[in-house]
């Protein structure tokens, strides 16, 4: 794991194995950025000449590797393009995003320092949590493989920062919470499914929960069945790994207002009887990544000791075809009563936060935010990179969105129209999980799921089904695989609750 801090020492006197500075774009190219003044004039003037012979532009995201020849302690200067002089300061994503490609491109180095014009506490953090972000690699399962990897950067020293600046040790403890977070999130998306069924992903959460702070309470499948579950078991009957629910409670003695989140937690979804098409599966280890969410967002939260009560509820299960699976054309008497007609057996995820989104209900929190992997659909609509944000509270989708932005993770708001709801009408039962037509599917899962809020519950849905897994090359400080996306989404939500923002 990547160590970051902060450091007043003069960067041309620290012993390390690289020296991080910026460049931005000038009129004839790269030109070295503030923040690391020092060690250009320890060069004479021939740093920006070497970046001009190596046809540095600066453009974002540029790397170049510059020796010191002895201008300092360091050996190597690694110089880190950051685009465009902005004249009120580099945004938190752009430095999110070199902070990551800096981590990445710091494999196998053991100490690192970085001056960088880094602007207050939030632009350290930022920074700082692009490295902790951009440094991981998903390792379990190499072992042959293995062999010639480099390790991650073992420390990352922010430099021309006070010791006793309290603001930016703060921002450095949140990013580093964060990215625990964040990056166990990523972890348990990218486990096999062979490894990470509902049952080991309840026992995570248990010891998550001690180790952060937080109350857990596993509900297996005869808990559940005691208690009228019909959704979650439903989806889960098909499989020899049987379902569970599990609450995670956090609670602050000064806090006045709960939010609750809701996670989908599919550990491998085949699409039951309604099996998925050949090339559909590989990646489906990833449809617990709304449960993955919500439990990294909890854990952050706790141990950020955050002003606000959460509760978390992870709804787990296997959707697998067999002789004991849900049939098309049976009906599911879910949690609270409803009845619900499966028409598709693939349009599981909604069944069981269904019935976790009832429950969450009956603890009356003023807010709740379910996140899953649900709907194709929404990656028609926003693309692999983004998610969408639907709500029964436009003020509420509003600042839901607002703190997505502002923790650097791509979402839109989009609408539950109402008169798409009749398509759920079911001859036979109180709705169907499926609508009359294929157009305009994301909004439809929105639609069903709002049926199960609570009235006076401010309710948002996340549907991260195209950026919660990453097919194609890392990139800034998003890997390959898992993404964790939605942990640093909820976490800004909670601390704005508690912050009396929203």
């Not at 020492?9 to 390390?16: I, V």
């Not at 009906?331 to 019935?355: C, F, Q, W």
Request: charged share 20%; with cysteine; hydrophobic share 45%.
């Amino acid at each position: 794991m990547t160590t970051l801090s902060i450091g007043s020492t003069a960067a041309l006197s620290l012993r390390a194995d690289v020296l991080v500075i910026g460049a931005v774009k000038g009129e004839n190219g790269a030109v070295v950025a503030e923040g690391s003044e020092s060690i250009a004039a320890a060069f004479d003037g021939r740093l920006t000449d070497t970046l001009s012979a190596l046809d540095a532009t600066g453009a974002e995201g540029e790397l170049h590797r510059v020796p010191t020849f002895g201008a300092a302690k360091a050996p190597l200067v690694l110089v880190i393009g950051l685009g465009e002089r902005p004249a009120d300061g580099f945004t938190h994503e752009t430095l999110r995003r070199a902070g990551g490609t800096v981590a990445r491109a710091l494999a196998g180095v053991k100490k690192a320092g970085v001056a960088l014009p880094l602007a207050g506490a939030e632009a350290v953090g930022a920074f700082g949590e692009g490295v902790l972000l951009g440094a991981y690699s998903f390792e379990a399962y190499r072992e042959k493989s293995r062999e010639g990897r480099k390790d991650a950067v073992k420390d990352v020293v922010l430099l021309g920062i006070k010791g006793r600046d309290k603001a930016a040790k703060a921002a450095v403890e949140r990013a580093a919470i964060t990215a625990q977070s964040v990056n166990q999130a990523r972890d348990l998306v990218n486990t096999p499914p062979n490894d990470l069924n509902p049952k080991d992903f309840a026992a995570i959460a248990v010891d998550t929960g001690k180790n952060a702070g937080f109350k857990v309470e596993v509900l297996d499948d005869k808990a559940l069945a005691k208690g009228g579950f019909g959704g979650i078991l439903g989806v889960g009957q098909g499989s020899a790994s049987k379902p569970r629910l599990v609450r995670l409670g956090y609670t602050h003695p000064k806090a006045k207002r709960t939010i609750a989140l809701v996670g989908k937690g599919i550990t491998y979804d085949s699409g039951g009887i309604s099996l998925k098409p050949a090339g559909a599966n590989e990646t489906m280890k990833m449809d617990m990544g709304g449960a993955a969410a919500v439990l990294g967002a909890v854990a952050a939260v706790a141990r950020l000791g955050l002003e606000v009560n959460v509760t978390g509820w992870l709804a787990l299960a296997e959707n697998m075809p067999s002789g004991t699976a849900t049939r098309p054309g049976d009906v599911l008497r879910m949690y609270g009563g409803r009845t619900v007609e499966v028409l598709n057996t693939d349009a599981e995820g909604r069944l069981v936060l269904a019935d976790a989104i009832t429950r969450a209900c009956e603890e009356s929190p003023q807010m709740l935010i379910d996140v899953a992997t649900l709907t194709g659909a929404m990656m028609v609509a926003l693309g692999n990179d983004m998610y969408g944000i639907m709500a029964n509270d436009d003020t509420f989708r509003d600042a839901v969105y607002d703190a997505a932005t502002r923790a650097g993770e791509q979402a839109w708001p989009m609408p539950l129209p109402a008169d798409m709801r009749k398509q759920m009408d079911s001859p036979i039962a109180d709705l169907k999980n499926m609508g009359n037509s294929r157009m305009g599917g994301g909004l439809l899962a929105g639609i069903f799921l709002q049926e199960f809020v609570a009235d006076g519950v401010s309710w948002a849905h996340l549907d991260i089904a195209g950026p919660a897994f990453h097919e194609g090359e890392a990139g800034g400080y998003r890997p390959k695989g898992g993404t964790g996306v939605a942990v640093r989404s909820l976490l800004q939500v909670a601390q704005d609750v508690a912050d009396n923002r929203i």
